[in-house]
């Protein structure tokens, strides 16, 4: 993979656009890429990663945070990187996720990230994708490793090969596992685990069952005889060996439990049958002689009610031929009512209708208050309805009257209403024409506080930012003085670990001669001079051990960098106090007179955004008030002229009401003189009601009157046919009958008793002519007691002979059920105990928890060490040179302290003592050498393990300033070799002595408004 070009906008410290052309830094083979602290040198790098995964390595966040701080807020940021991989070129274009404010209004919205791909085809640009998942795809193929390994392989952070270098072997594996697939060898792991727990727990289940199978065993013979079953194990106890010994012991007596118990349950079932049968033959006995008892006390009884017998039959035979006049006797009950009824509907209608006649009827009233015939009732009728057209037209006129009364009301009270809404409207519309003056000045001032809101809200922008600053301010004050009391007790403690450490050491080389002189043997030689004689070894004089000098070498760094990370912080608010300085001035004012300027803006701008707001309400108001007066003026000319239509409308009733009073008088007189009712002439508006009540009246009586002649007809018919059927049932008179006459409840209660009477006379001579009941009442009667006690004696007997058999029977049936089944679960048992023991010792040795596992290596530990032995042999190509021969870099599988796992020890051979080293013993130049050429090892077993792609851009970060001249000039020999085959070589360092000797140089530019980059190329050094 070869870089060529890479462009970033308002991406981390790049307030603007950078450009960086790797194809002109690359002529030389080597180049520098330089700057101050935070001026975005690692930028530089984190670019080259977003744009290939979109992610940067480490713990540094992605996403929205990537854009620069510095940057204008519409400026979109996005990255853009032109690259060679596999033989092809691509260029790829990412933004991340940020907020760009809103195009309308305030505030801000959020924009997706994006990517699109093009690849270069026939000396063009094409592009190919723009969904994240599928550039992924692409570029991870033509890649080949992902963000860890391209972060490990390209960009070489030798501050974490550094800590790789002295890393724990645990701490080793998480970083190898990352870079080295070892993913099918963890699958084993995985599987062998989840066998072993899967036998494990097959064997423990099959173990149970077993165990529930005997469980079930004991249950099924606990209840057997003790006799049968002689002596009894406990099943739960017993091995599966020893089950296929007890089981068919146990079936064979229980077998022959179960055919003795069934011979003694035939003899008891046949006894049995015998007494049932005895006891049977004694009860039917006893129950034919109650039967013929029985029957004999009836056919007493019934001779004895002879006599009744026969009143009832006589009273039955009367009420049948009284029940054959029954029609004739209500056909006449009925018509005599119907004429008592109609008789008194005359008398009501005629009292009804002299109600309403007048006292004179001209001949036509009954002079002695009697209701008249039905001719002279039909004779008045004919009379009032003669002056039905006369009674009509008054009502007409009546009606005429009182509607155009109601209607002259009604035009008064219009005129009225009107004339009084036109004098209200046109008050209203003087008050509206007189409103328009001042809603003229409110609009003219709105107008002017619109034109100056502007300006005003600037003002209060400003004095709100002045505010806020000088409360910042005091604000970081206090947080400095705070953080350099903090720095104070940091430098402190820093020393104190400090100096713990040197006395450590000290004691520790003055203990070390004691240490080796414990482990000398007679006659083997020193480790230290060779000789064989020990004349006077050294002893011990402290117990200060290597362990106790890595503590506290780790808490002393552990304090220092707690130091650094204070003054680091130190700087930041030093900064930031500086920016607020300068935007407040040399003299800056107090807080409380900024406060109350603030307060002064904001009452101001306050105000004249209400004005302002109000300026379009202000308008609506004044053209509503001018179309109101104008509105309520015409709607004031509509009343008047609704006044005017009313006053004529009444003048139009007053001219017709005079001749339609005098025709209603004429026409009331004629009829109070002529008609019979009692309507007079001077109350014309009664008439019409008054005669047709009377008409009414009149109607009522002639269907009365004719209602009562034809029910005096009906009631004569009836009386002659009720005296032909009374001759002919023999009955004197209509009393006779009906005392003869009889309830049907009664009649049907007789009727049932002498039936009954007859069947159980039947019944019972049928019973005592049985010859059963004969000769029962013939033979003595039985003891019933002493039979039912010998029945139930061998009923009991039966009973316990069928639980002897059922249980012996149901045992029986149980132990064979279960044999079969424990016979074949112990046959299992074997090979599954054998396979799992297999598993268990397999899953223990992969784990590195086994016995026979005496490195505690897990499988995928044992893999990443194959590994890691040959990063150690790659490294040491590179690390021979830089050292001049002296260090070389050992994988050690030595086992580790207190049980830990082992395989990934790493540690440095002195070929100048012949000595292994610890890697922590390593100085600060030193452990830089060995990092840098175990990244350079790294870098090259990643890449044979992707395929052996080849790397045309490599970047090496920082650490050089730990070197001296001649170590300097070793790495910078080992740098040129890494050129070989057109490979460019990028070293991130702010080391001045490398500005010097690379003349290719990125330089990073650090500045208030952001950094900037530019590119410096010249002639190769002689370095």
């Known amino acids: 993979m070869r870089l060529h070009r890479l462009t970033a906008t308002a991406f981390g410290p790049f307030s603007g656009t950078v450009e960086v052309d790797f194809d002109a830094l690359s002529g030389a083979g080597l180049f520098l890429v330089h700057g101050p602290t935070g001026a975005g040198k690692t930028s530089i790098l984190d670019a080259i990663c977003f744009a290939l995964y979109a992610d940067v390595p480490g713990a540094r966040p992605a996403g929205a945070s990537l854009r620069s701080h510095h940057a204008e807020p519409g400026t979109a940021p996005c990255v853009t990187l032109e690259f060679t991989a596999g033989g092809r070129r691509f260029r790829v274009r990412r933004s991340p996720e940020f907020l760009r404010p809103k195009k309308r209004g305030t505030g801000t919205t959020k924009e997706p990230a994006s990517v699109v791909l093009h690849e270069r085809r026939g000396g063009s640009w094409v592009g190919t994708d723009t969904r994240h998942d599928d550039v992924a795809a692409v570029l991870r193929e033509v890649l080949g490793m992902g963000l860890e390994q391209f972060s490990r392989v390209v960009l070489l952070p030798q501050g974490e090969f550094a800590a790789f270098l002295r890393a724990t072997p645990e701490e080793r594996r998480e970083v190898l596992e990352r870079l080295f697939d070892v993913s099918s060898y963890a699958g084993v792991e995985e599987w062998l685990a989840a066998e072993r727990r899967r036998t494990a727990d097959d064997l423990a289940e099959r173990r149970s069952r077993l165990a529930t199978a005997l469980a079930r065993l004991g249950d099924a013979v606990a209840d057997a005889p003790v006799e049968v079953l002689g002596e009894v194990p406990e099943w739960s106890a017993l091995e599966p060996h020893d089950v296929a010994r007890h089981c068919p012991a146990l079936r064979q007596a229980l077998e022959a439990a179960a055919a003795s118990a069934l011979v003694t349950l035939d003899g008891a079932s046949s006894a049995a049958a015998a007494a049932t049968t005895r006891l049977a033959a004694a009860e039917q006995l006893t129950a034919d002689r109650a039967r013929g008892a029985r029957a004999r006390q009836q056919l007493a009884e019934l001779e004895a009610g002879a006599a009744l017998r026969v009143a009832a039959q006589s009273a039955l035979d009367a009420a049948r031929r009284a029940a054959a006049v029954t029609g004739e006797l209500g056909a006449s009950r009925r018509a005599a009512d119907a004429v008592a009824r109609a008789h008194q509907a005359v008398t009501e209608a005629w009292t009804d209708c002299t109600a309403h006649l007048a006292p004179a009827d001209g001949g036509l009233v009954h002079t002695e208050g009697q209701p008249p015939g039905l001719d002279h009732a039909e004779d008045l009728l004919r009379s009032l309805r003669s002056h039905d057209p006369v009674v009509a037209e008054v009502g007409r ?132 001079c060779g000789s064989a004689e020990h004349p006077s070894p050294a002893r011990r004089s402290t117990e200060v051990t290597a362990a106790d000098v890595d503590e506290a070498e780790a808490g002393w760094s552990r304090v220092r960098e707690a130091r650094e990370a204070l003054q680091r912080e130190e700087v930041a608010l030093q900064s930031a106090s500086r920016a607020r300085t300068e935007l407040l001035g040399a003299d800056p004012a107090d807080v409380d007179s900024l406060r109350a300027a603030a307060e002064l803006a904001s009452a101001q701008a306050r105000s004249a955004r209400e004005l302002a707001a109000g300026r379009a309400q202000a308008q609506l108001r004044w053209d509503t008030a001018g179309s109101m007066a104008e509105e309520l003026t015409r709607r004031a000319a509509a009343q008047s002229e609704v006044a005017a239509s009313a006053r004529a409308a009444l003048a139009e009733l007053a001219r017709t009401a005079d001749e339609e009073v005098a025709r209603l008088a004429r026409l009331t ?38 209602a009562h002649g034809l029910a005096r007809a009906t009631s004569a018919e ?148 194959a590994r890691l032995e040959r990063v150690a ?117 702010h080391v001045a002595e490398l500005r010097c000797r690379i003349p290719s140089q990125l330089r990073v530019l650090k500045a208030e408004d952001g950094s900037t980059v530019r590119v410096v190329t010249g002639e190769p050094s002689a370095a």
Not at 506 to 512: D, I, K, N, P, V
Not at 679 to 702: I, K, N
Not at 750 to 764: F, I
Request: with cysteine; proline share 2%; charged share 30%.
């Open 669 to 706: 007189a004629t009829h109070a003189e002529q008609c019979p009712c009692v309507a007079t002439a001077d109350r014309p508006g009664d008439t019409p009601s008054l005669h047709r009540a009377a008409v009414a009246s009149a109607e009522r009586l002639v269907e009365a009157l004719r």
């Open 397 to 528: 006129l009546a009606e005429s009257g009182a509607q155009r009364q109601a209607r002259s009301a009604e035009l008064e009270e219009e005129v009225e209403a009107a004339q009084s809404a036109a004098e209200a409207l046109r008050e209203r519309a003087d008050t509206a024409r007189t409103s328009l003056e001042a809603l003229q000045r409110d609009l003219a001032e709105a107008v002017a506080a619109a034109a100056g809101l502007e300006a005003t809200e600037g003002r209060l922008r400003q004095a709100q930012t002045l505010l806020r600053v000088r409360l910042e301010h005091a604000q970081g004050e206090r947080a400095e003085a705070a953080l350099r009391e903090r720095i104070l007790r940091a430098v402190e403690v820093e020393q104190d670990a400090r100096q713990e450490l040197l006395d450590l050491r000290e004691s520790r080389l003055a203990g070390l001669a004691g240490e080796l002189a414990e482990h000398l043997e007679v006659g083997a030689p020193c480790p230290v």
């Open 873 to 989: 042999e790659l490294a040491n190509e590179r690390l021979a040179v830089m050292a001049a021969g002296r260090y070389l870099l050992q994988h050690s599988d030595d086992l580790a302290r207190r049980g830990a796992r082992s395989g990934l020890g790493l540690a440095v051979l002195d070929q100048w003592t012949g000595q292994v080293r610890d890697t922590a013993t390593l100085s600060g130049g030193e452990a830089f050498l060995a990092s840098l050429a175990l990244a350079l090892g790294l870098a090259d077993a990643v890449r044979e393990e992707a395929g052996g792609f080849d790397l045309q851009t490599l970047f090496i970060d920082e650490g050089f300033g730990t070197l001296d001249e001649e170590a300097l000039e070793q790495v910078l020999g080992v740098l040129d070799g890494l050129r070989e085959g057109g490979r460019a070589v990028g070293v991130v360092s």
């Open 718 to 865: 009836a009386t002659e046919g009720l005296r032909a059927a009374l001759r002919a049932q023999g009955f004197d008179d209509a009393e006779d009958a009906a005392a003869a006459t009889l309830p049907d409840e009664e009649r049907q209660r007789l009727e049932s008793l002498l039936a009954e009477c007859a069947r159980t006379t039947a019944q019972a001579q049928a019973v005592l002519a049985d010859e059963a009941v004969a000769g029962a009442l013939a033979a003595p009667e039985p003891d019933l007691a002493t039979f039912r006690d010998a029945s139930e004696q061998a009923r009991s007997e039966l009973l316990q002979a069928k639980d002897a058999e059922t249980l012996a029977r149901r045992t029986l049936r149980a132990v064979e059920r279960l044999e079969a089944d424990l016979l074949r679960q112990c046959e299992e048992l074997g090979p599954l105990s054998e396979r799992a023991r297999l598993v268990r010792e397999l899953a223990d040795a992969c784990a590195g928890t086994g016995g026979g596992n005496t490195l505690r290596m897990r499988l995928t530990s044992f893999v990443l060490a």
